[in-house]
Nanobody, 122 residues
Framework: QVQLVESGGELVQTGGSLRLSCAAS????????MSWFRQAPGKEREFVAS????????YYSDSVKGRFTISLDNAKSTWYLQMNSLKPQDTGVYYC???????????????WGQGTQVTVSS
């Protein structure tokens, strides 16, 4: 079992910044890919960013590239999402997720956090 816990979400104004954290516990040695997703009200869950345990193969969705940064602290089994220049469209519940392999769809992720709310006001 692996448990993921997100933190850091809050209400911010347009143009502000937030840093989200995802702390993993349990059998973390099984994790290969770490990612962030978000889900806006009335929308489907959307991929945001991913990174692998060695720190390579970083990928961002087009909507956040240049504004968000994913990073990893291997020693702490924790990964982060630094979000800058936030827009109202970034509002949603943000989830961290982990896979034992290289997922090609949301359903192929093995572990999920409970989500943390990010609200960007205009």
């Amino acid at each position: 079992q692996v448990q993921l816990v997100e933190s850091g979400g809050e209400l911010v104004q347009t143009g502000g910044s937030l840093r989200l954290s995802c702390a993993a516990s349990g059998h973390t040695g099984s994790i290969y890919t770490m990612s962030w997703f978000r889900q806006a009200p009335g929308k489907e869950r959307e991929f945001v960013a991913s990174i692998r345990w060695a720190g390579g193969n970083i990928y961002y969705s087009d909507s956040v590239k240049g504004r968000f940064t994913i990073s990893l602290d291997n020693a702490k089994s924790t990964w982060y999402l630094q979000m800058n220049s936030l827009k109202p469209q970034d509002t949603g519940v943000y989830y961290c997720a982990a896979s034992r392999a290289i997922p090609t769809s949301t359903s192929q992720y093995d572990y999920w956090g409970q989500g943390t709310q990010v609200t960007v006001s205009s």
